[in-house]
């Protein structure tokens, strides 16, 4: 897939430690989602249910931290991604 990152907006969520949880604007018609980054890391993880959809650089005890910050702050991504695709 070919992305003009200048034709989408990718807001960020929530940050906490040395990950940045976003959206792709773009993505209006996927399931809700978040997207992780630190570094040259990068993951895609469903919200509901919970579960990796993909991981490039994070090894396991990153992705356990990863999934256990989504666990903790899910009302919230939710919430939020539920006000930015006005679902």
């Known amino acids: 897939m070919i992305c003009n990152y ?3 907006s990718i807001p960020t969520v929530l940050k906490i430690g040395k990950y940045r949880f976003f959206f792709f604007s773009n993505e ?3 399931p809700a ?4 980054e630190s ?3 990068y993951a895609k993880y469903w919200l509901e249910p ?3 959809a993909k991981s490039v650089g994070y090894n396991t005890k990153e992705l356990n931290e990863i999934r256990k910050l ?3 702050n899910v009302i919230t991504l939710k919430e939020k991604w539920n006000e930015y695709f006005n679902r």
């Open 6 to 8: 200048e034709e989408i």
């Open 28 to 30: 209006t018609t996927e």
């Open 33 to 36: 989602h978040v997207h992780i």
């Open 39 to 41: 570094n040259e890391n």
């Open 50 to 52: 919970d579960e990796l």
């Open 70 to 72: 989504i666990l903790e």
